[in-house]
């Protein structure tokens, strides 16, 4: 019993991604193959270990439901400025 205790579930690994141009909707699959569709959300305030992976600062959107991390599409434009007219 001492033994269970002792030993230690190995961490989740952090499944980062990158956006398709104008992608709302996460398209990770389950283990059955079927489609997440959770709604992508920026995430401002993330852990030490995720900022360690992206960098500080880092434009950055979680799924809601599986909790898979998405990087912004290198070719659009970024989203952290507010629209200037």
């Not at 230690?8 to 283990?31: L, N």
């Not at 600062?57 to 659009?76: G, S």
């Amino acid at each position: 019993m001492a033994e269970a205790a002792a030993t230690t579930p190995s961490a989740p690994k952090i499944k980062i991604k990158t956006r398709k141009p104008r992608q709302r909707a996460c398209d990770e699959k389950s283990e059955k193959g079927k489609l997440c569709a959770g709604h992508l959300k920026r995430w401002y305030d993330y852990p030490k270990a995720v900022e360690q992976l992206v960098g500080a600062k880092a434009e950055i959107y979680r799924c809601e439901f599986c909790k898979t991390l998405y990087k912004p599409d290198p070719n659009e434009l970024p989203r952290s400025y507010v629209l200037r007219y």
